[in-house]
């Protein structure tokens, strides 16, 4: 059975960091994508980055040049290093283990953390 387990979330001032980290088991992650989803109140869950197996990485727009996505495969882990947070970033973020067949931002396919709550406020 695979299971993602997310930390690193909770509250920040604008223009602070947060890194955000997914431990995987029970699957291969080494020869999977792991990638990172957001949720705000009342939205639709929103493709945030993803990382291949092989190190490849596609961002949203939104978060270009301030997110970074990475991953530790001795470690089943997959970060999410989040600096110059605004306001609109307020969202529970979900880790995501896919193929990296269907490393498409549209898909929600694959396995889901339970999610961890960033909230960016003065």
């Known amino acids: 059975q695979v299971q993602l387990v997310e930390s690193g979330g909770g509250l920040v001032q604008p223009g602070g960091s947060l890194r955000l980290s997914c431990a995987a088991s029970?699957?291969?992650?080494?020869?999977?994508?792991g990638g990172w989803y957001r949720q705000a109140p009342g939205k639709e869950r929103d493709f945030v980055a993803f990382?291949?197996?092989?190190?490849?990485?596609i961002y949203a727009d939104s978060v270009k040049g301030r997110f970074t996505i990475s991953r530790d495969n001795a470690k089943n882990t997959v970060y999410l290093q989040m600096n110059s947070l605004k306001a609109e970033d307020t969202a529970v973020y979900y880790c995501?283990?896919?193929?990296?067949?269907?490393?498409?931002?549209?898909?929600?396919?694959?396995?889901w953390g339970q999610g961890t709550q960033v909230t960016v406020s003065s």
């Open positions: 990382i291949s197996s092989g190190g490849s990485t």
């Open positions: 995501n283990v896919r193929s990296d067949v269907v490393m498409k931002a549209h898909m929600l396919t694959g396995y």
């Open positions: 029970g699957t291969i992650f080494s020869r999977s994508a």
